[in-house]
């Protein structure tokens, strides 16, 4: 209970230090505005705020400074201080290449990019030529284990610590390299959801389009059978069906996959589906469609000529948001053990079987730190794409507040 | 009829017919498994008489659809079955009081209300704490403090639910051992401990389900804040604080309310993964074991139940934002 008593003294602090800001502030411009009408709170947040970086700043300079064994405490908030830091200047040095190569529209996109979303583009690109060039960039196979290496080998890379120059960031449980297994795992993860939401995106857009253009009882039955499925939570209903495919598969670690594939493509579509159909019926009521339509042009050709291109927007930004779910659907489903199978590499598999080297964050913070690295490369791909969706959206809607 | 009360009625009977329809999916999705649940239960060297015997037991030599009823009447009258990995285990021992532990609804009997208070403690700290922060990003749009937050529950939703879990088990049970990192939880414990174990749980699902409720409570309030009735409110000369509480909150309300329900309908999900990263003993572990193992009753049992919850909590959304609309609470 003595930690809420510092939190609250330290706040109560906070609002005294911010009535003497303001005062000072008042006493020192001769009642400027900007002092003299400045609510208690505002001045309160401006102490707190900073207090906190203050705070932040001696923990980083304790986490530089202190002998071994306390340091350890620091470790994991040492290396989210520098890689935010790190983040942020590539982001900010990737925005300025941004603005002075390329295109005139290019330019311009750059020059109204806010950090969030530069880094996200940054991170994307990265991504997508880890999976890409995997092959070429880890230094060993996905399955290999290097003969005469030994397991659990904690990351770090230096020999007093327990670490192997030759495994920057160790191995695991059965000898197999990590840092190879995490690059594989961006062209398995990624590649395998990318390939989902392509397909959830094929019949989901196809459909809805079908059931917006036709209408009458093909957008009935449709429609009525996407709020069925939508009723059932769809983690809770993929894990269902995974249960009757993997009865299905057998023993078939590759057509368990496949299924997996199949089946979160079918339930994601329905809010695919919802969407298509949604800005279909918009764009079908305009009078080119009805031009079409009396020009005798066949479905094929309003689908894919007049209704699509007038749909792209919304179509695109609704991809990296469900890119983002089906990406977390699928790393969620092989951290509970029932997603994409040994022996592929997959972050979220690795997660669940390094999970628990975290007990020892307090006196070996590398070990701990095996297991994060998988998780964080998940959720660095989810925010990447979701500060570019967010961004994008708040471009198109023209939401200037 | 008062309108309300007839639109009510529908909304109930309609998410009723929803119940029976997911059901009715669950069931024939179950039933899509090759061969049947006799041949899973006695393995692949089982002798056509055993297995026979076991359909006779089960039930399994009727058709379908009165299969079908029979499993639905009994879900109704709470009977849920018989677990299979419990059956096995009561057939080895072979005694009354295993036959009873077989039984589904034994099970998750005591899983469902953990589960119930885990969503209760989350939801207890989750809703306060993002409409208190919506209504201060809201009253300082544009600001520092704004674009943090915004920036933090962003990152926070999209990230993983096990990365959200061991990251604050890393900081708040290893590195500083403030709470419990496992919440072995059972039944006769106290009140205290049993919150100090769901803690850490529910603060990973509280920072999955703000984001949302967060950026709708700021959007909604801002939204409103360009009406002329706020720029009176502001012309008389109330503070920006007051004008948001007093006059802004109250008609926000109803897509909040709204927004609150259907994250809360989200957490059944969030729930799962959660439970397996803190071993906590609810409905999603039980579910996700029995995935594994593939004890059909109880993974339809739970599946049922977790669609009912959702359904129950999205048609919760949608009566209470039909009720926090006065026009029609007070029809002419």
């Not at chain 1, 003497?20 to 502030?25: E, I, L, M």
């Not at chain 1, 993929?238 to 249960?243: D, I, N, V, Y």
């Not at chain 2, 049970?173 to 709470?179: R, S």
């Not at chain 2, 949608?318 to 029609?328: A, E, H, T, V, Y």
């Amino acid at each position: 209970m003595s930690l809420w008593m510092q939190i609250v003294v330290v706040l109560l602090l906070c609002l005294a230090g911010g009535w003497a800001f303001r005062f000072a502030g008042i006493k020192a411009t001769d009642g400027k505005p900007f002092y003299r009408d400045m609510p208690l709170s505002v001045a309160f947040g401006y102490v707190l705020g900073a207090v906190l970086l203050v705070w932040i700043v001696w923990s980083y300079y304790l986490s530089r400074t202190l002998p071994a064994p306390e340091v350890n405490k620091y470790f994991f908030f040492r290396i989210a201080i520098e890689g935010f830091i790190i983040f942020a200047l590539f982001a900010w040095l990737f925005r300025l290449l941004g603005r002075s190569v390329g295109t005139s529209t290019t330019k311009k996109l750059f020059r109204q990019m806010p950090l969030t979303a530069s880094f996200g583009i940054l991170m994307i690109l990265i991504y997508a030529f880890l999976a890409i060039f995997a092959g070429l960039l880890a230094p060993y196979g996905q399955e290999q284990i290097v003969p005469g290496v030994a397991a659990n080998i904690p990351p770090g890379g230096n020999p007093a610590m327990g670490g192997n120059r030759d495994f920057p960031l160790g191995t695991d449980q059965i000898g197999r390299d990590i840092l190879s297994r995490l690059i594989y795992g961006a062209q398995n993860t990624v590649g395998i959801a990318f390939a989902t939401t392509c397909l959830a995106f094929f019949i989901g857009g196809s459909l809805g389009f079908l059931a917006a253009t036709l209408g009458g009882w093909l957008d009935q039955v449709l429609s009525r059978g996407v709020d069925v499925l939508m009723a059932i939570p769809s983690l809770i209903f993929a894990l269902l069906l995974m249960t009757i495919a993997s009865a299905w598969a057998g023993s078939e670690k590759g057509l368990l996959t496949f299924y997996m594939v199949i089946i979160i493509a079918v339930i994601d579509s329905t809010r695919v589906f919802r969407l298509a159909r949604a800005v279909g019926a918009n764009i079908v009521v305009m009078d080119y469609i009805e031009a079409a339509k009396l020009r005798g042009e066949g479905l094929g050709y309003l689908i894919f000529k007049e209704i699509l291109p007038n749909a792209t927007a919304p179509l695109l930004a609704e991809f990296g948001l469900r890119f983002c779910f089906v990406f977390l659907t699928i790393a969620s489903l092989s951290f509970l053990g029932v997603g994409i199978q040994p022996p592929l590499a997959d972050w979220g598999t690795m997660v669940r079987d390094l999970a628990q080297f975290i007990n020892f964050a307090a006196f070996a913070p590398q070990v701990a730190s095996a297991p994060l690295l998988a998780a964080g490369a998940i959720a660095l791909l989810t925010v990447a794409v979701n500060f570019v969706v967010d961004w994008m959206l708040h471009r198109s809607s023209g939401l200037k507040e | 009829m008062n309108p309300v009360f007839k639109i009510i009625l529908q909304r109930l009977a309609l998410g009723l017919l929803t119940l029976f329809i997911v059901s009715v999916v669950i069931f024939t999705a179950v039933n899509m498994l090759p061969g049947d649940f006799a041949e899973a239960i006695l393995g692949q060297g089982a002798t056509p008489e055993a297995v026979a015997a076991i359909r006779r037991d089960l039930g399994l030599d009727q058709d379908p659809v009165t299969r079908y009823f029979q499993w639905l009447a009994g879900a109704v009258q709470g009977d849920l079955g018989n677990s299979f990995a419990q059956a096995n285990f009561a057939s080895f021992v072979g005694t009354e009081g295993s036959a009873n532990m077989a039984s589904v609804a034994n099970q998750i009997g005591p899983r469902f209300w953990n589960t119930m208070f885990l969503a209760g403690v989350t939801a207890l700290i989750a809703v306060p704490f993002a409409v208190i922060l919506g209504i201060l990003a809201a009253l300082y749009r544009n600001s520092a403090f704004d674009k943090f937050a915004n920036m933090f529950t962003l990152t926070s939703i999209s990230s993983p639910e096990f990365f959200l879990a061991y990251i604050l088990i890393l900081f708040l049970a290893v590195l500083n051992p403030m709470l419990p990192s496992l919440s072995n939880i059972y039944a006769d414990m106290g009140l205290g401990e049993r919150l100090e174990k769901t803690l850490l749980p529910a603060l990973t699902l509280t920072l999955v389900v703000t984001a949302h409720m967060m950026r709708m409570t700021r959007a909604a309030i801002i939204n409103l804040l360009a009406s002329p009735y706020i720029e009176m409110a502001r012309l008389k000369g109330i503070s920006p604080l007051r004008v948001i509480v007093k006059h802004a909150l109250p008609n926000a309300l109803a897509p909040i309310i709204n927004v609150i329900a259907l994250n809360l309908a989200y957490l059944i999900t969030g729930v799962v993964v959660v439970e397996v990263v803190f071993v906590y003993p609810g409905i999603g572990q039980l579910f996700v074991d029995s995935v594994k193992i593939r004890d059909i009753p109880v993974v339809q049992a739970c599946c049922l139940i977790f669609a009912g919850a959702y359904i129950l909590l999205n048609l919760t959304a949608d009566i209470m934002s039909i009720l926090s609309n006065p026009r029609l609470r007070h029809p002419k």
